[in-house]
Structure formats: C-alpha cells, structure tokens
C-alpha cells in the first residue's frame, strides 16, 4: 500500500500537496474549496499589517507558444495529450498581486476559522518587515494556525533582512515557521542556510520571477495594470529554475523543504521531490484549472510510487541529489540508442535535429530511425522530446 502522507517540522499532512499563498487561498471559503479539491494542507494568502492595493488587471495567462510538426502524432506524457500537428504549450501566467486586499483583522476574526473547519493543516502566510511580523506573528498564533510562512519578497545579495525577520519571528511565536525564499537571491543555498541558523523550521522555494513585461502586439499596450505595465512570472516557464533552486537549497540545509514553481501535474511534483522537496505548493495550475489540481496530482504522485515499486514519498526525496555532477559528464559526443519498439514514426527528432544526423527511413513497420554517428552532436535534444522514450541515452554514456 502506498503512502504519501509526510510529516513537516512536526505537522502531519495526509498528502504533500499544499495550494500556495496567493489567490486561490483568497479568504477562508476559497481555502474550504482547495481541501474539498483533495490539498493535504492549505496555505492562507499573506497578510500583512495595511490591506494591499491591488492594480488591475493583475493576472494574465502568458501567451502559448506553438511547436510546429510535420505530421500527426500523439504525446502521451508531461503536459497535455494532442493528435494534432500544433502543440500548443503553455507558458505560464503573469500577475501584479499583491498581499491579502482584506485587513488583517478579518483574517484573525474569521477567515483563519472557516479555514480550521476543514481539520486540514492551516499555515499562515505574513510579511515583510522584522516589524511587521512581530506584530501579527502573535496574533496568527492565537488564531489557531499550525505554521507561519513570511514571504521574504525579492532578495538581492545581502541576507541580513531576512535573518533579522527570521529571527525576529522565532522570537515572538513558538509553532513552526517556514522562510518563503525568491529565486532573486544571489546564492539562495546562502539565504537557506542563514535562515536555518536564524530559527526557520523550513523553506518555502520559489516565489515568482521578475519583473516581466508582456504586450499586446494588438494595441501596442501592457496587459498589466501595475507601474510599467510590469509583473511576475510564475507557471511552467520557471519550474527548472525552481527545481535548480529547490535542490541547492536541499544540499545546503537539514530543515524541510517545500517546492514552488510551475507544478502542472504529478510528474513536475515528483521532479520536485527528487529535487529534495518534502511536499509542494501549487498556485497557477490551481488558478488555471481549479481546485480539483490538487486530488489529481496528488493521485498522479500516487500511482507513479506504485508503478516504480515505491512505498512512500522518502522512499525518491532527494533521489536526484547524489546525481548532480561537480563537473561536465562528458565532453564527447555520443549518440543515443534507439529501441525500435518503442517508435511510433512521429518523426519529431527527425524535425528538431539541427546537425541533420537523424532520418527516418521506410514505411508503416519498416520504418526505423537512423542516426549518422559522424553527424550527431550528442546534444540531447531528440531525446528530451521523444514522446516515446524510443531515444534514449544508455546509462554509461550519461
């Protein structure tokens, strides 16, 4: 039977899918929504002490791309399933949101309880300043929250400000608290391992990237309504960034880490936690596709452990860290090996080789993939996108 429950700086959640801060933990009828939608905890919007302003239009989808191929085929893996000659990919969404536009008082008085009636764990989500937290730490507390994550918001290369909210949080509140760190941090392996020493239970990895700007070629006009028309990126397009992120923190650290950053399915959460992630937070997938993101990648989780012969979640957290090479694994090209009962005759590595050393030769069952070994690169990019895994690197050229 397996088991992805996990167990957090002392808190039990039933499975490690949160919803992160931001809109759809709005209020505490929204957080009812993401646990009735199969979250194994749920985070509350952050607050702080004045209620934001909010620009509008403050949330856009980022345009999607389109990959072009010759002929028709099926994915069926990652992203979506298409069996059409347009892919189109999603790239992410782009927002000016700001903390929680409801006072914090509401949040004490009423929002944190319609949250608790889930029974699911609640962490509360505060900011910014060393002050600030020292006044609603307190209080959060007394509402009845399990956790306080404090949003440490867009860092540069000095860590003092951090630890002196880290420290100042520890101070004044005795639950756990989990530092939400930016992928603006120069070294964040640095910034984790000051606010490890400075109290924090666990890090929270990654906020959104930016600033970003995104025009409609239409009008010639930003599609945000924040100063500059800029905004911050969050979605598919910065989840290699978020894992980079996620596993220098979990080498550098021995507290918890929760991974952020363009979760769509079960295979990115999993991509996560070998990354060294102990759960998850989702926010754009959520907003794009509902509440009921969080059972779905939760099963997906699920059904992937069965299907590798895996008990539980500790059984690949941090599976990829022993992985990561100190230097390059090699420097000459070889070419990788084709198991023909696994292609399909998409011919999409034929379309993606930019050193035209693949062909495809034949028909129907006498089609087979040819590689030029004098040609090929060796450069990986036929089989990062073969749908099939019919290319494949064998594991003494890796």
Not at 69 to 98: C, D, I, W, Y
Not at 149 to 165: C, M, N, R, W
Not at 325 to 341: G, H, S
């Amino acid at each position: 039977m397996v088991n992805i429950s996990v167990k957090i700086a002392g808190i039990e959640f039933r499975n490690p899918v949160m919803n992160a801060a931001g809109p759809p933990g709005r209020n505490g009828e929204a957080l009812q929504e993401v646990a009735k939608g199969g979250a194994g905890g749920l985070v509350a919007k952050t607050i702080s002490v004045n209620p934001a302003e909010v620009p509008r239009p403050c949330m856009i989808v980022v345009d999607r791309g389109e990959l072009h191929f010759s002929g028709l085929f099926a994915l069926q893996e990652r992203l979506v399933r298409v069996t059409r000659s347009t892919l189109k990919v999603p790239r992410g969404l782009m927002n000016v949101e700001l903390w929680s536009d409801l006072p914090y008082k509401q949040w004490l008085e009423k929002e944190y309880g319609v949250a608790k009636m889930t029974g699911l764990p609640l962490i509360a989500s505060i900011g910014y300043t060393a002050d600030e937290v020292m006044k609603l730490g307190p209080l959060v507390q007394r509402a009845g929250v399990d956790a306080i994550e404090f949003s440490t918001h867009y860092l540069g290369a000095d860590p003092k400000p951090v630890i002196e909210v880290t420290k100042t949080l520890r101070e004044v509140v005795e639950i756990p608290i989990f530092a939400k760190l930016s992928p603006h941090a120069v070294d964040i392996a640095m910034f984790a391992k000051a606010v490890e020493a400075a109290g924090a239970d666990g890090i929270v990895a990654i906020n959104s990237l930016g600033p970003c700007l995104h025009i409609d070629i239409e009008t010639g006009k930003p599609l945000l309504g924040g100063k500059d028309g800029f905004g911050w990126l969050s979605g598919p397009a910065i989840k290699p960034l978020a894992i980079r992120c996620v596993a220098d923190i979990a080498r550098t650290v021995k507290i918890s880490v929760v991974g952020v950053g363009g979760i769509m399915n079960g295979a990115d959460a999993i991509e996560h936690i070998m990354a060294g992630a102990s759960a998850i937070q989702v926010c754009s997938g959520a907003i794009l596709e509902g509440p009921t993101i969080y059972r779905r990648i939760a099963d997906e989780i699920r059904g992937f452990l069965k299907d590798h012969g895996y008990d539980s979640i500790e059984d690949i957290r941090g599976m990829a860290l022993p992985y990561l090479p100190e230097k390059p694994l090699r420097t000459e090209a070889i070419p990788p090996f084709v198991d023909e009962n696994l292609c399909k005759g998409c011919k999409i590595c034929e379309q993606v080789c930019s050193y035209h050393a693949i062909k495809l030769i034949g028909e129907g069952k006498t089609l087979k993939v040819v590689i030029d070994e004098d040609k090929c690169y060796g450069c990986g990019l036929c089989v990062s996108i073969c749908p099939t895994r019919a290319l494949v690197f064998k594991e003494d050229t890796r």
